[in-house]
């Protein structure tokens, strides 16, 4: 059997979600199921059968899934659907989407500089109030106020920190 010629080649299109919670185990049969499940209640069979979704690579918190070029945008709207995994809070946050799959392998590489990974819980003053870290992604932070009643959050930067 030949290879088929570019021309004739199915175009494909690959979007880069991230996972939420970070950390979680994520079994690629598993999400695939989750992933059509979403795509056909919203859209339903037809439009789940034009989109052709694949769970192609699942590491680190970050997933590639592959769709036909054109569907993208259905498959985005599907994915933001998408509410529990494994019967435990789960949420996809879209970053990107290329037409290969090498350009978001790339991002990948660029998203999981050094300390970028959550952080252990730390606290900080701001003002007379006592906040902990909760999240520390990249350049951004999550801080919560220690407390019971009317807890605060403050969504800074790194950069804010160190002013700290």
Do not use: H
């Not at 919670?21 to 059509?36: A, E, H, N, Q, V």
């Not at 979704?53 to 259905?74: D, K, M, N, Q």
């Not at 801080?143 to 009317?150: D, R």
């Amino acid at each position: 059997m030949t290879i088929r010629p570019p021309t004739l080649r199915e175009k494909r299109r690959y979007v880069l979600v991230s996972a939420e919670p970070s950390g979680t185990i994520i079994d690629r049969k598993d999400l695939y199921y989750t992933i059509c499940d979403a795509i056909t209640s919203l859209w339903g069979d037809m439009t789940a059968a034009l989109i052709m979704p694949a769970v192609i690579v699942s590491e680190s918190g970050y997933i590639i899934i592959r769709c036909r070029r054109g569907t993208e945008r259905e498959l985005s709207l599907a994915l933001a659907t998408i509410t529990s995994f494994r019967e435990s809070p789960f949420a996809i946050r879209i970053i990107a989407a290329s037409g290969t799959m090498n350009t978001l392998r790339e991002r990948i590489q660029r998203l999981q500089t050094p300390g970028t990974e959550s952080v252990s819980p730390r606290e900080y003053m701001v003002g007379e109030k006592v906040f902990e870290v909760t999240y520390c992604s990249g350049q951004k932070v999550d801080l919560i106020e220690k407390g019971f009643k009317n807890t605060n959050r403050l969504f800074l930067t790194r950069e804010d920190l160190e002013d700290l």
